[in-house]
């Protein structure tokens, strides 16, 4: 199963081939005129480039070769030798008739699958989740979710941040309000307490207090940086306390990733590898890779053809702290060591491009990076209206779960608004608002380019018209009430009752096609077929879904999707509008518009699952 642009382009190339010229000139896309053509071979150009030739001659030749083949109802040059090509309706719907029957709808399986890690989430102990952390949960989410379907094996990791200097400034913030705690006690080696001497909600307190604290005052710093390394050198008591942090935080954590439905494979952090930081560094020392500069052990990585300066990466500081960078790097070498990736993407806020950066030349320098390759997959900041940082009221932190709830409760009151779900159970109310609200979100944030900043406005995302999650939820949800009510329609039968007497699809429009995949780059025919305008939008639109995916991946832009999925539910309203499919008395013809909703449904219904979005049975 291929998509007409990939069909098209193997005539194309063959084409180009006879006359003598590079096949790869026959590539063919969507047209850029959908007014003038459906499909464009612009090769032609750049074949006469090559052959130092007119490109109007060549795509004559072309466009002659091509005129043989009966599936073209129009073949032309324009300009200077693009051609474009239409297809004849038969055509068009015999590829529909193989669309239907593939569960991919035309997205092949990539044929060489890579292992791929995606460290997105990245929360921290004790700090509070916020915006920035919900676009890398729902760009990583989505991305996880592309790469599967694509068929690769992607490992999610949410490279909890559970190692830096904020640890110590915990440990010696709770210190300094309950010193006589057993984990201060240095001469004390345990057993210690087993339940944790802070909630979640204590920490969210501890954490900021203690920043400021350390921001302010020198001392307190410097006490915060020598809890930190003994921490890390394992003193017992720390240790302790540091697991109840982790602990607490990571319950906390784990709630708000199910409300927002994002799942990990890897629920490691900073901390787990630890102990691969001290042979790491050694190895590096001992192959002349890591030098000591100012006390610290450093990773050169400076190019001679760098525009800006970038200073070394600093594998150990002067105390022997590990630094965010350390991690990072010995991050990579059990990431090799466990699954030997062939990619490693990093779902992270783009104020941290030079940081990756720099871990990227230290593990490519160092050889540690194995196979890998590394990438910043870098976003945009989440603004408030008023083009700031988003904040509360108040201009606090906007919590994650707060925003999920808010989402929520405005999805119930939009519901409400509209007339939507009203008269369903009350659960049943609840549970589509929670999907609304969610899809609402996630679509706001995925459909932007990703490294635009964009405006948190609840209101304008959660809308039902326009470019929205919960409009696209409720294109699907109005097909799936269309098949229902198709179904329950007892005279008028269609396709989707698979055999029996009275199946109606014998000699249908779009039922089995006359030459079902002979070749390579054979496409069905279906004789006879009249299509209307709007149904010919609608299957070019349905058949553009690999090419979407494609593009998607290679951009690792989910906004790519959201953009087509919007595409694809408007021709279908158009198509919808302009045919009454249930009254339709011709029954060949109501199952193929009853096949192309089901194909348009299915094809909603991936890309939304891509961007992480469920789609409710009813609304
Ligand atoms: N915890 C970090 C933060 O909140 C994000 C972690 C990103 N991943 C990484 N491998 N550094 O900024």
Redo the contacts with the bound molecule.
Sequence with gaps: MTSLTKILSGLAAEAFAAEGLDPAHGHVTTSDRPDLAQFQCNGALAAAKAAKANPRAIAEKVLARLKADPRFARLEIAGPGFINMSLTDAALAGHVALLRDDPRCGVPLTGAPKTIVI?YG???IA?TMHV??LR?LIIGDALKRLFRFFGDRVIGDV???DWGLQMGQLITELKREKPDLAYFDAALTGPYPATSPVTMDDLEVLYPRASAACKADPERLEEARKATAELQAGRPGYRALWQHFRNVSFEGVRREFSALGVEFDWWKGESDVDHIVAPMVADLKSRGLAEESEGALVVRIAEPTDKKELPPLIVQKSDGAAL?ETT?LA?IVDRVRTVDPDLML?V??QP?HD??EKVFRGARKTGLAGKSELEHVGFGTVNGPDGKPFKTRAGGVVKLHDLIEQARQEALARLNEAGLATEYPEAERQEIARKVGLAAIKFADLSNQRLTNYIFDLARFIRFEGETGPYLQYAAVRIKSLLRKADATPLLLDDSRGGGPSRSDGGGVIAAPANPGNGDHRAAMVEGATLSDPERALILALDRLPHTIDQAIAKRAPNILCAFAFELAQAFSRFYAAHHILSEPDATRRTHWLSLCRLTLRELETLLDLLGIEVPERM
């Design positions: 460290d990245g929360p921290n700090k920035g952390h890398s490279h909890f941040g965010y990072d991050t990093y992270v806020g941290q940081h990756f």
